[in-house]
């Protein structure tokens, strides 16, 4: 892909040397009386694709809108490529493609037309528009439909238009916000799939409440909960954190008549959660799955195993 070049504002910036190429210090913000941000601290290298997840509300979407110089902080400071969001928005808004969750098309347009003025919003150079829109198109499956005016796409199409109005000035930074979110299966492959390519080649930003799309595609993962960091690391390395070579999965009639402490009590039980009517117990073995049954007794509909994976993470940390 062709690099192209901004003008970039005067103030003091700092280059970074280490590889980072976002940086979150102290990062705080409210809306009234509601904290969304709490003292936020986070650094993102370059060529990463970093997954942020959490429950609604937790601040994932007021986070980015931060880094895209969309909202102001009340107190800290963030970086990308070493331009402050403070001083230097013009040159970080150049920097960035921003899928929103939904994206603003403007639906009179035509596919080509809408990704040509945008092209020409970030200064992307005449000469070379037509065909950067024409690589893009192809890149995400849609020059078929470049004539075609965007309010005729299905939820699917416009996304996969939307991700190439992310790209028009071939970005250094790329964040998805719920890329895949109530797109069919084959669509929602797609885009993954294309989220995948970028690996390495871009700084990418994925925010999903997917476990399983976090899992596959992401680096590292953060778990934002009620504005706060609670866990960070590798998919592996978070689902290791669960201390259990195993997860048992027990459906109950009543969850009160279960006494937490005899499972804990249990030589192999690591921990032990309570999911509606379902119990998840990590174990460090299976040679005392025949006790833990015993003691649900009657209480116990069924009995299922299964190896830990990021959604017990995620279930284990915002709880």
Same mark, same amino acid.
């Given at each position: ?48 694709? =970093? ?41 970080? !808004? ?44 192809? =890149? ?61 080649? !871009? ?5 999903? *409440? ?32 669960? *201390? ?12 009160? !008549? ?21 119990? =998840? ?28 994976? =990021? ?9």
């Amino acid at each position: 892909m062709r690099h192209y070049f901004f003008i970039i504002p005067d103030g003091d910036v700092d280059l970074n040397s280490d590889n980072v190429m976002i940086k979150i210090n102290s990062l705080n913000k409210s809306f009234g009386r509601i904290s969304a941000l709490e003292n936020l601290n986070l650094e993102i290298k370059k060529g990463e694709l =970093l997954g942020l997840i959490g429950p609604n509300g937790a601040g994932k979407t007021t986070a980015i809108r931060i880094i895209c110089c969309i909202l102001q902080p009340n107190s800290g400071e963030v970086t990308v490529g070493g331009y402050s969001i403070h001083h230097h928005q013009i040159k970080i !808004k150049s920097m960035i493609g921003y899928l929103p969750e939904e994206p603003n098309l403007y639906e009179r347009f035509k596919a080509r037309d809408l990704l040509k003025y945008f092209g020409e919003l970030y200064g992307v150079p005449k000469n070379t528009i037509d065909e950067r829109i024409d690589e893009l198109l192809e =890149l995400v499956g849609m020059s078929h439909r470049a004539d075609d005016r965007i309010n005729t796409f299905s939820k699917g199409l416009r996304q996969r238009i939307g991700i190439a109005r992310a790209l028009i000035h071939d970005p250094e930074v790329i964040i998805f916000d719920e890329p895949t979110m109530g797109l069919d299966p084959a669509t929602s492959r797609a885009i993954r799939n294309f989220i995948k390519e970028l690996k390495g080649n !871009k700084t990418v930003i994925l925010c999903t *409440h997917y476990m399983d799309e976090a899992d596959l595609l992401c680096d590292r993962v953060a778990i934002l909960n009620q504005g706060k960091i609670h866990d960070m690391g590798t998919p592996e390395y978070l689902k290791e954190k669960i *201390h259990g070579d195993i997860i048992l999965q027990i459906r109950v009639h009543d969850p009160q !008549k279960i006494d937490e402490n005899h499972l804990m009590a249990v030589n192999s039980v690591e921990s032990v959660n309570l999911e509606g009517n379902q119990f =998840l117990i990590s174990l460090r073995s299976r040679e005392d799955i025949s006790q833990i049954i015993d003691l649900f007794g009657v209480e116990a509909i069924s009995v299922n195993t299964k190896e830990p994976t =990021l959604e017990d993470v995620f279930i284990q940390t915002t709880q």
